[in-house]
């Protein structure tokens, strides 16, 4: 994500000094959503209700959605709605008696990003009450941005087609017309029909037990923006984890699937224990095919997770304890624009952290805090500093991809400097009044930075200072004082890397498998940059790299093997690129390739003849950095 902004960063440095300060900027709002049309001051949505039916030949979603609405102006006429590619066929207000009134709607102007707004006059004929609803007729498109639509060879069981959504950050626009922003939440039900032999699941509750007949109802009563509007279609099971926990997949990864999951449970039930009551009912799991683009996906209830974690031992959990901890970090309180998504992903990321160490134990987490802390560092190199501060400047350019992983290991990072400052205890203590202070609220970074003032900084004896956490937030790079993360096991790795490459011990007393994936991930990255061809091929033959079951690992080497342009391995490497669709696990290694001064064309060929497995935003996404590393 953050390759794509190469080309800007020469442009984006000249231009820091007068955009560091991003929320002290007279002309930029902080508060406002620059990435949605919708105009919340006169209107917000309350409670949405889909009637959708599922088309896989024609891909595409064809129903209606009906939005519950209150009018905050009382002279406003003009609903603006966010939509992407939608074929809209009626919009009607229903009066309070049941009746229908027909109202006429327009498109604006398209926007490469935002999409299009849909404007609706509200029928001067009928007196619209200030609460009122809205009926749509819609369709989306198969080119949907939040949509994927998968033909059978592309899941586990290749008989039965599959769909699924991805709405964050601003693509729920492109499968329900909506105030597509984070500052507004809905209560939301639904009804979906499809072909009767597959399974409809939502980020809402759904029926149990399932009678698998095409219709299926969903109900979502807790208030939630609309980024975790979610759905799938496919060939689904279930299979339980815990007293409220479990996983939907397909049957062939089921087994597997309760198998690497299945602390999943303890997970909720400390998490609980940590950050307060879990506010959401079930907590289940979805685990899609290879395509899905992200590691997991907060959605509610029900989290949406790559089959790359599959790694048979457990060891790349973390991102579910991550997904989990949005329950609160995110979900509970919500991010108020994508500019302070740091509350979600920072705060989320901490989280995570102290979860894994309940579940599992420091050393680990040590471990995975260094490697993120090195992906922080890396991070720094590429994004324009005006982009490195957790709360920056941000009204233009994709939401989506806009300063890599700085939200999430700058915002960690500083989470944990407050813990080291004021103690565990007592940050805990501050935590849990946050949850419940915040709870179904949108927050800026603003009044964050205020709560925190209030209940900590101005204490007396504060070990911290207003001007100290501004630093954080608004500043790029990191302060003097930051907590630097440090393990013993991955220096030890690293310690054998320089070894092995100085020639003192030979590659089968590297001792790997007394290594977690993590010391393995820190033993490749701290390999010299001149070792040459025929010791790394000696190394990977020893060590099995390029045969890994471990995505990670896989990701990690195969960066390696296109940076240094080992080329003996590029078969595994396009293997690897087949395999995975997970933007985290391939965009680095195609742009290492494109960028190694002689494989850029390869990078194509190997893009051409992958990217129709992959989801539209990874294939857009890869398409764009690979033109432009072309530059
Ligand atoms: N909410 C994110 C995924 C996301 C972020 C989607 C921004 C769209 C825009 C999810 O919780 C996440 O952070 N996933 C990570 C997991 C990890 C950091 C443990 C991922 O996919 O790698
Ligand atoms: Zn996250």
Request: net charge negative; aromatic share 10%; hydrophobic share 40%.
């Amino acid at each position: 994500m953050q390759y794509k902004y190469r080309s800007l960063i020469v442009a984006a440095t000249l231009l820091c000094a007068c955009t560091q300060d991003a929320g002290k900027d007279d002309s930029y709002d902080p508060a406002h959503d620059y990435f949605s049309f919708a105009r919340t001051d006169q209107f917000i949505t309350d409670h949405l209700a889909l009637d959708l039916r599922v088309d896989f030949e024609m891909r595409e979603l064809r129903g209606s959605v009906s939005l519950d609405m209150r009018r905050l102006e009382p002279e406003a006429k003009e609903i603006v709605l966010d939509t992407r590619d939608l074929s809209v066929s009626n919009a009607q207000v229903e009066l309070p008696d049941g009746s229908f009134v027909p109202a006429e709607f327009r498109f604006g102007e398209q926007d490469d990003v935002m999409g299009t707004p849909l404007i609706v006059s509200l029928p001067a004929t009928a007196d619209v009450a200030s609460e009122f609803r809205l009926v749509i007729d819609y369709a989306t498109s198969p080119r949907s941005t939040a949509l994927q639509w998968l033909p059978a060879e592309l899941t586990a069981g290749s008989e039965q087609p599959m769909m699924f959504s991805q709405s964050q950050a601003i693509h729920a626009r492109s499968w329900v017309p909506l105030q597509d922003t984070p500052a507004v939440r809905v209560t939301y039900e639904a009804v979906i029909q499809t072909p009767p032999e597959l399974l409809a699941v939502m980020s809402a509750s759904n029926e149990l037990p399932v009678v698998r007949d095409g219709e299926y109802s969903f109900d979502m009563p807790q208030p939630i923006p609309a980024y975790l509007l979610a759905i799938a279609v496919g060939n689904f099971y279930f299979a339980p984890l815990g007293e409220t926990t479990g996983v939907y997949t397909e049957p062939e990864l089921l087994d597997a699937s309760v198998y690497e999951f299945a602390d999943t449970q303890a997970m909720l039930e400390q998490a609980e224990s940590l950050f307060g009551p879990y506010e959401w009912g079930r907590y289940d799991l979805l685990v899609l095919p290879p395509s899905f683009p992200y590691g997991g996906m907060e959605n509610p209830r029900l989290s949406f997770i790559t089959p790359s974690l599959l790694a048979g031992d457990r060891s790349l959990v973390s991102v579910i304890a991550h997904e989990l901890a949005h329950s609160w970090s995110g979900n509970l309180v919500t991010n108020a624009t994508w500019r302070d998504g740091w509350l979600n992903e920072g705060m989320t990321s901490y989280l995570e952290s102290r979860l894994m160490e309940v579940i599992y134990d420091k050393d680990r987490v040590d471990e995975e805090r260094v490697l993120g802390y090195r992906e922080l560092l890396l991070d720094f190199e590429s994004v324009p500093p005006a982009m490195q501060a957790l709360a920056p400047r941000l009204d233009k350019g994709d939401p989506d991809d806009f300063q890599g992983t700085i939200h999430y290991h700058k915002g960690q990072l500083f989470l944990q400097y407050l813990e080291n400052a004021f103690g565990r205890d007592a940050f805990d203590e501050f935590l849990g009044a946050y949850f419940d202070e915040f709870a179904f609220r949108t927050i800026t970074t603003e009044r964050f930075l205020d709560y925190l003032d209030e209940k900590l900084l101005q204490a007396e004896g504060s070990a911290v200072t207003r001007a100290e956490a501004e630093q954080w937030l608004y500043k790029p790079g990191l302060p003097d004082d930051a907590p630097i993360p440090y393990s013993l096991s991955l220096d030890a790795a690293e310690a054998v890397a320089t070894a092995w490459a100085e020639g003192k011990i030979d590659a089968g007393e590297i001792p790997i498998a007394t290594w977690s994936p993590q010391a393995t991930v820190h033993f490749i990255n701290s390999l010299p940059a001149d070792l040459a061809a025929d010791r790394l091929s000696e190394l990977d033959q020893v060590l099995g790299l390029s045969d890994t079951r471990n995505a990670e690992i896989g990701r990690t080497w195969f960066i390696q093997v296109a940076k240094r342009r080992h080329t003996a391995a590029y078969e595994m490497l396009e293997q690897h690129l087949n395999r995975y669709g997970r933007g985290r696990l391939i965009y680095p290694v195609y742009l290492a390739l494109a960028e190694n001064g002689a494989d850029r064309e390869l990078a194509q060929t190997m893009f051409e003849s992958a990217r129709s497995a992959y989801h539209p935003l990874i294939d857009a996404g890869i398409a764009r950095a690979l033109k432009e590393s072309e530059q």
